[in-house]
Nanobody, 127 residues
Framework: QVQLVESGGGSVQAGGSLRLSCAASGFSEDSYAIGWFRQVPGKVREGIAFLDTKDGTTYYTERMKGRCTISFESAKNTMFLEMNSLKHEDTAVYYC????????????????????WGQGTQVTVSS
């Protein structure tokens, strides 16, 4: 069973940067799709960035494209989301997620496309 534990959220002023981390355990398949979503109250969870652990292929949705970078350190089974030029509208709870095979990247996924989730970490951007 995959378990994900996040860290790194917090408060930052608009224009600032944050780095989120997500430590994974229980990976038993050869590869996974991993990624980051965010959610604000009353709205659906929306995808931000995704990575295939098999070959490092990444996919970014339009929501933060050009302002974030997803990475995965395989030796530590830890994924990261570097966020830059943060805006007030980026304020949300950010979740890391993983999907076991079969999976697909290259599209804007829905919440149910991923089956393991972190506990969420709050990111607050003040304008």
């Amino acid at each position: 069973q995959v378990q994900l534990v996040e860290s790194g959220g917090g408060s930052v002023q608009a224009g600032g940067s944050l780095r989120l981390s997500c430590a994974a355990s229980g990976f038993s398949e050869d590869s996974y799709a991993i990624g980051w979503f965010r959610q604000v109250p009353g709205k659906v969870r929306e995808g931000i960035a995704f990575l295939d652990t098999k070959d490092g292929t990444t996919y970014y949705t339009e929501r933060m494209k050009g302002r974030c970078t997803i990475s995965f350190e395989s030796a530590k089974n830890t994924m990261f989301l570097e966020m830059n030029s943060l805006k007030h509208e980026d304020t949300a709870v950010y979740y890391c997620a993983a999907a076991h095979p079969p999976y697909r990247l290259g599209y804007d996924p829905l919440e149910y496309d991923y089956d393991s989730w972190g506990q969420g970490t709050q990111v607050t951007v003040s304008s």
